[in-house]
């Protein structure tokens, strides 16, 4: 049976010109992330709203919200780059963009202070606390993550879903068992999240590190991550706005409601992006066309 299935994935490979296989191999390895991180997502929220108050898990989420705007302060078009360039076999540009992006976080540090400040003395105290706290720990939050487009550079799937899956779980498990200690300490679960993904993230970075196996660089990384980056900022404020404005005109109850609702048309989003993860390195290899890679896929799509 098995001679049969991968003889039939040889043909439809010539026939196509797909590696068939490579795709169903790593297409596997990305939806087991995808499914191991909106299963902990899921525990999270039920637990939040089980045990905490519409008003806490409607802060925390628009705490997030305003995390996700600041974080472009930390060039994330980087990822995208450092995945064109690692599938040229450029790895060292990794460590370069992470350097690069670890500085650039620093201008978000003032920020949050500045936000937080704001909401200690003329919003909410609550708010304005937690966005301080976040400030001291924002360029450890975003400058190391960029290990999953390293990873998916060099096509190394599964350690993309062995280090995203041990991330969302063990942050997953910190935020719960916090919940289930003091469900309404909005404060004791904001800094939980923020203290055990930093260490997450820095921990994994380091360990990939061994995985670089030179230190070549492609001198236009920095420049595309910050053509990326710039394209990407509308899309960016578009896709977390509506929550803090959800949150400063409603209420954080009502965005509680508002985050539970659009869990799963979000979750749907990510899985129809996700299908398209494996190709990219493929597209970013020198002499790969976009434009043939989609006519290939639509034939096999349509056959």
């Avoid at 799937?157 to 289930?180: E, K």
């Amino acid at each position: 049976m098995f001679k049969l299935l991968k003889s039939k994935l040889n043909e439809y490979s010539k026939r196509y010109q797909i590696d068939l296989p490579y795709v169903i191999r790593n297409e596997f390895w990305v939806y087991l992330r995808l499914g191991i991180t909106t299963v902990t997502g899921l525990a999270t929220s039920v637990v939040f709203a089980r045990l905490a108050t519409r008003e806490v898990f409607g802060q925390y989420n628009y705490l997030i919200a305003i995390l996700s705007i600041i974080a472009l302060t930390s060039i994330p078009g980087l990822k995208g780059s450092v995945l064109r360039s690692t599938a040229r076999g450029n790895d060292g540009n990794y460590q370069q963009a992470t350097k690069t992006r670890f500085l650039w976080s620093f201008i978000g540090i003032p920020a949050l202070l500045g936000i937080g400040v704001y909401y200690y003395y003329y919003n909410i105290q609550i708010i304005g606390i937690c966005l301080m706290i976040s400030g001291i720990f924002f360029p450890f939050l975003y400058a190391p993550n960029s290990w999953e487009s390293f990873f998916a550079g060099k096509k190394k799937f599964n350690l993309t879903a062995l280090f995203g899956s041990v991330q969302s779980t063990i942050s997953a498990a910190a935020i719960i068992i916090i919940l289930f200690i003091s469900a309404n300490h909005l404060v004791l679960i904001f800094s939980t999240y923020l203290v055990t993904n930093a260490f997450l993230l820095l921990m994994l970075y380091r360990k990939s590190l061994k995985y670089t196996e030179n230190s070549k660089i492609d001198g236009e990384c920095i420049r595309y991550g910050y053509f990326l980056t710039t394209n990407n900022i509308a899309g960016t404020i578009a896709q977390h706005v509506d929550k803090i404005l959800i949150g400063t005109l409603l209420g954080a109850p009502q965005l509680a409601i508002y985050t539970i609702a659009t869990a799963i048309p979000v979750k749907t989003r990510d899985l129809l992006r996700t299908a398209w993860y494996p190709f990219r390195p493929k597209i970013s290899e020198q002499g790969t066309n976009i434009k043939e890679i989609t006519t290939k896929v639509r034939r096999l799509v349509c056959l």
